[in-house]
């Protein structure tokens, strides 16, 4: 898959794309990243990209005609019709699902906007999507590409390793959508708290039974709308629903 990231920053990427378990998605190419600069699409000796608002205000604002040409460029060497994502905080909060849905795709192109905004005519002419992080403002969408590139790339087969560690992970289908468990390691204990007796026991069950309720527990604590929907999908069972009630 290829995702094709439209940033004044490009810089900011080098980092991210060369380092931790999720280099060996982008190094063996099961995610290819290409990063291009909307600048070297802009005119005049100054290679101006953003302009005053129509209407007064504070800020500057992204000019349309600079971001056509650099994603008509990008158009002409994937040769294909991948959507085009825009990070915004008027974008669906990024989930799960949603990672998983890009994991298994052909790739898209990432728009990273800066300053006040991007120019409206163009989100209108060529986004198809747009994606936030949460309920706050970053300084422009490179962060949020980075968080998506890195969750995509942590899905890809042998990327992690052990096929089995994502499957463990908060929010996947396989845990019902519910948050993951604590762990713990070595030594047995740390500044007088021990490990939990449990986990020492060798019983393959009573381990998995406490880590199921660890989970429920945890997540009707701090995301109980969790709890809400995994009920509504019939994921819990008796023994869920005792232990939730005893809490």
């Known amino acids: 898959m290829q995702f094709d990231v439209v940033t004044l920053f490009p810089e900011l990427f080098a980092a991210f794309l060369t380092t931790g378990i999720t280099r060996r998605a982008f190094a063996s190419g099961q995610v290819s990243v290409k990063l291009t600069n909307p600048r070297d699409f802009a005119v005049g000796n100054y290679r101006r990209i953003d302009d005053r608002p129509f209407g007064g205000g504070p800020g500057m ?25 825009l990070f915004s905080p008027a974008g669906q909060v990024l989930n799960h699902a949603m990672v998983s849905h890009w994991a298994a795709s052909e790739g898209a192109v ?57 499957a463990q992970d908060s929010f996947n289908p396989a845990l019902d959508g519910l948050l993951d468990c604590p762990h713990y390691t070595r030594p047995e204990s740390w500044q007088g708290r021990p490990v939990p007796e449990v ?37 819990l069972t008796a023994a869920d629903e005792a232990l939730l009630a005893g809490l």
């Open 61 to 85: 604002v992204m000019l349309a005609e600079p971001l056509d040409q650099c994603l008509s460029a990008i158009r002409a060497q994937r040769n294909d019709a991948a959507p085009v994502l």
């Open 110 to 166: 990432l728009v990273c906007g800066r300053y006040e905004g991007i120019d409206q005519r163009f989100i209108d002419q060529h986004v198809t999507g747009q994606i936030s992080l949460g309920d706050f403002v970053l300084s422009g969408g490179e962060i949020a590409a980075m968080a998506l590139l890195d969750a995509v790339a942590r899905l890809q087969p042998g990327v992690l390793g052990d096929a089995d560690s994502h």
């Open 199 to 235: 986990l020492l026991s060798g019983h393959h069950l009573r381990i998995e039974r406490w880590r199921r309720d660890q989970r429920l527990a945890l997540t009707a604590r701090q995301r109980p709308q969790l709890i809400a929907l995994a009920r509504q999908a019939g994921r």
